[in-house]
């Protein structure tokens, strides 16, 4: 595994995101929801330094690739917090193809929330993103698969406490274990 973002980078970024998403709102009460499962541990680091008043919340999202249903995102409905009349701020672990926050963001404005906005660890430098550019991003990285700091590949590895870019055999052996 070749590290790309290291621990103590990751901590710079998040920081700096706290302080862009705290300036940006003023301190505005907001509705953070999380994006499950991706964005766990940059939420747990996000929102402990944010300074604005703060309602919590998850949302559960999968995309089902290969098989019938390629690329279809799933959307659980059952988001335990309400977003009505809420100015929301949704965070993911990455934006890629766009399509997850895309999606996502237009689910929630349509449950009646007054504002979305979203904010993600990665954005990924690559052609063919679609819908609107996420509002905060921590870092901008090349187009590679990337684990780590909640970033799975077959829900494994979430658990590094940095940003990794997993080998050919890696990715062969994680499907064996
Ligand atoms: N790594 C992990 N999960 C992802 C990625 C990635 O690079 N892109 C979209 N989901
Ligand atoms: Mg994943």
Known sequence: MRTLIDE??????????????DSNYGGRPITVVAVMT???VLFADLIRRLSMPQRVGVIHASSYRGG???GKLEIDSKMLIDVQNR???LVD???????TLTKLSAAIAEM??????????????????????PDFVAFEIPDEF?????????????NLPFIG????????ATARQ
Request: hydrophobic share 35%.
């Open 68 to 70: 019938t249903q390629a």
């Open 93 to 99: 672990d990455i934006y890629d193809t766009g399509a």
């Open 165 to 172: 870019v997993l080998e050919p055999d890696e990715i062969e």
């Open 112 to 133: 009646g929330a007054s504002s979305v906005s979203t904010a993600v660890l990665l954005k990924k430098l690559r052609p063919k993103q679609i819908g609107p550019k």
């Open 38 to 40: 991706g964005s766990l």
């Open 8 to 21: 103590s980078q990751l901590d710079d970024g998040v920081s700096k995101l706290a302080k862009e998403i």
């Open 146 to 158: 990337v684990v780590g700091y909640g970033l799975d590949y077959l829900d494994m590895y979430r």
């Open 87 to 89: 100015d929301v701020l």
